[in-house]
């Protein structure tokens, strides 16, 4: 069986009086039929090489759909009168998105039937919803590509109508003004996909006539608009990857002009929400960690910024939430999410407890003021996820919905731990794991998949899977490495990993696995790696510094030609992504990029077998980045180890839509990784 092959057109890219050959550079052209080709022919060598497996990919298929249950619905929550909730019912794909008036004994009325929407495309996906608050008209934005561009449609509550209003070519970020009839929305640019312009429309009205309420000029912010909990305010936050900045306009007055909260300065970043005659802000002004500060709306700059909960060395402030009674935060500490409730009449301030040695716990949807109880989600690599009520004065932690997994689930019957591994500069690296305890033997024959990510302080949380469960009742261990790049251990965390110090996402990757062979956790014969979009970048580092290190990789939409990339301002996310891997048109940048970037960095190695994934419409990791280094790979690598390139011809960057189409490229995942170990 012949490995495709594509042809080779040398193109000569130059700086800094440094000349690259890129023999793939064509491949960028989608619409040369060449390229499809080449795309069409991988995915056939992929399926004809594991044609062997194809009833075994169906079985795992059905093994994971068969561990969720199809007729299954989110937990309510009650705003303004209703319960809202999501649903899904047995044989459906998508989701039913439903309310209930006053009490959930109340009539079912299903507002938004995502199944009926989505007959007849390949693939759609709902992105945001909003209601008017006077529950009349609802705003909703789909996908029909999976390139992430949005339609805005409005649909009327009382009649169940569509409405003719359609806002084409949208981020689908929206946010209602308190007239009901002004939607918010922002817009991106057609080729470089930054969301950069802030429009209103009217309700009724051609969007011919929709108003730019803002643009964002600068290249390295992007700009989204939302409304504080207290509905008081609508807000445009724009953000680069060091810097924001806030408008405020008050929602009662749609067509006023929005108001600076703070002007933006370097390496200053701020959220804000409101509560009663203040901006409540998360910020990190002389703040690495983050602290949370007040100041009046009449003076919200800078200079009137004071501390509620000050900085502290140890703890990373994630978030925080307002009630009537209570400020509640989300905080880091050790590598562990904790949730804190401050009662606003002075009283003691205590913290959420949890069990498990490694977990994730967060705030979940609260967006009512006047009530004692905090909702929050639950879930570690051994506890499914989890719905509690917590009430802030008595105490009492109530779980609403634990994700029930069909066929049956023994907690008991896995462990989970958390070991730190030693970097090559004696930092001690967190690592989370969790395997089935009869199948497991300490003596390095186990097999092991070890994911991570590593980049835009993006915190690899420890969380239950069920589909993992395929792999673990199978002999694997799961592990999960909370390299630097992340920001598992507060905000300096993320700081050495990135920029001129990427290079210890990299090596922290490589002293875990080591650190796990050594502890014989499993050895390379049987170690497995695996990360996705920046995750991707990091997998083809790590298998060219160490490729004897691992028996298999898995890289998903990897990001792979970084210097390329960066060097091309015309592709989506470019300009906005300086700040977190550097501009190569600086000498510094480019040379420090170009000692890790996978692509470049190819070479006549006998790397590991290799199974990488792909979206023809990815917005965010092109399809043609994946697919030069799979065409560099088959003319570069020594060796017999296998070689796949998996393109979804249908899809972007979050893969196939749907509830279960998705499982089949997981399927293909596990059954390349159960493929090399003989396990099928």
Not at 54 to 66: D, V
Not at 646 to 666: I, V
Request: glycine residues 6%; aromatic residues 14%; proline residues 4%.
């Amino acid at each position: 069986m012949q490995a495709p092959k594509a042809k080779k057109i040398a193109q000569l890219l130059e700086i800094h009086g440094h000349q690259r050959t890129d023999n793939y550079y064509w491949m960028r052209d989608r619409d040369n039929p060449e390229v499809i080709e080449y795309l069409n022919a991988e995915n056939e060598y992929l399926k004809n090489s594991l044609k062997a497996t194809e009833k075994f990919q169906e079985k795992l298929f059905q093994e994971m759909k068969g561990r969720i249950k199809e007729d299954d619905e989110s937990v309510p929550y009650f705003k303004s009168g209703y319960y809202w909730y999501v649903k899904y019912e047995t044989g459906g794909e998508y989701p039913l998105y439903c309310r209930k008036k006053g009490s959930l004994d109340a009539d079912e009325e299903v507002f938004l039937d995502v199944n009926k929407l989505a007959e007849g495309k390949s693939y759609y996906q709902v992105g945001s919803t909003a209601a008017t608050s006077d529950l009349k008209t609802l705003a909703f934005a789909t996908d029909t590509v999976g390139r992430r561009i949005y339609g805005i449609s409005f649909k009327d509550f009382e009649t169940g109508e569509i409405l003719p209003d359609h806002i084409p070519s949208t981020t689908g970020n929206i946010a209602w003004a308190e007239d009901h009839q002004t939607l918010f929305y922002t817009k991106q640019d057609p080729e470089t996909l930054r969301s950069f312009q802030v429009y209103s429309h009217q309700l009724g009205t051609s969007t011919d006539t929709d108003r730019l309420v803002y643009e964002e000029k600068d290249e390295e912010f992007s700009c989204v608009v939302h409304k504080t909990k207290s509905e008081k305010f609508i807000l445009i936050h724009s953000e680069s990857t060091i810097s924001s900045e806030i408008r405020f306009l008050d929602a009662a007055n749609p067509y006023g002009t929005f108001q600076l909260l703070q002007s933006r300065i370097p390496h200053l970043e701020y959220a804000a929400d409101h509560y009663e005659n203040h901006f409540w802000i998360r910020t990190n002004h002389e703040a690495q960690n983050f602290k949370l500060v007040k100041a009046p709306i009449s003076s919200p700059a800078l200079e009137s910024w004071e501390d509620v909960i000050p900085h502290r060395e140890s703890v990373l402030l994630e978030d925080f939430d307002i009630f009537s009674g209570f400020l509640v935060t989300q905080e880091r500490s050790n590598g562990l999410c904790t949730i804190n409730i401050k009662p606003w009449d002075g009283t003691a301030e205590h913290s959420l407890e949890f069990d498990d040695e490694t977990y994730t716990a967060w705030i979940s949807t609260n967006p009512e003021f006047n009530t004692p109880i905090l909702r929050f989600g639950y879930n570690s690599l051994v506890t499914p996820a989890s719905t509690f009520d917590y009430h802030m004065i008595t105490k009492e932690k109530t779980l609403l919905k634990q994700q029930e997994i069909l066929g049956g689930y023994e907690a008991t019957e896995y462990t989970s731990a958390r070991i730190w591994a030693q970097a090559t500069d004696g930092v001690m690296i967190p690592v989370s794991l969790v395997y089935k305890i009869d199948k497991f033997t300490p003596d390095g024959s186990n097999p092991l998949l070890l994911y991570s990510y590593g980049s835009y302080g993006f915190s690899m949380d420890a969380y239950f899977s069920s589909s993992r469960l395929s792999l673990l009742d199978r002999g694997f261990v799961f592990a999960i490495a909370h390299i630097r790049g992340g920001e598992d251990l507060g905000r300096a965390w993320y700081e050495d990993g990135k920029l001129l110090k990427k290079r210890n996402t990299f090596t922290d990757y490589i002293a875990c696995a080591e650190h796990l062979i050594n502890e014989k956790y499993t050895s390379s014969a049987h170690l497995y790696a695996m990360g996705g979009s920046a995750g991707g970048l990091l997998m083809g580092a790590v298998m060219n510094m160490r490729p004897d290190l691992f028996n298999g990789i898995i890289a998903a939409v990897p990001f792979v030609d970084v210097v390329t990339t960066m060097l091309d301002e015309n592709i989506p996310l470019t300009t906005g992504e300086f700040q977190e891997w550097g501009n190569p048109k600086n000498k510094e940048f480019y040379e420090y990029m170009l000692s890790y970037s996978p692509y470049d960095n190819v070479e006549a190695k006998d790397y590991p077998h290799l199974l990488i994934t792909s979206g023809l419409h990815d917005s965010q990791v092109q399809y043609w980045e994946p697919t030069k280094w799979v065409a560099k790979l088959r003319e570069m690598k020594t060796g017999s180890k296998l070689l796949f390139l998996y393109t979804n011809m249908e899809a972007g960057h979050g893969g196939a839509s749907g509830r279960f189409n998705s499982l089949k490229e997981l399927a293909l995942e596990y059954t390349f990784l159960l493929y090399l170990e003989k396990l099928i």
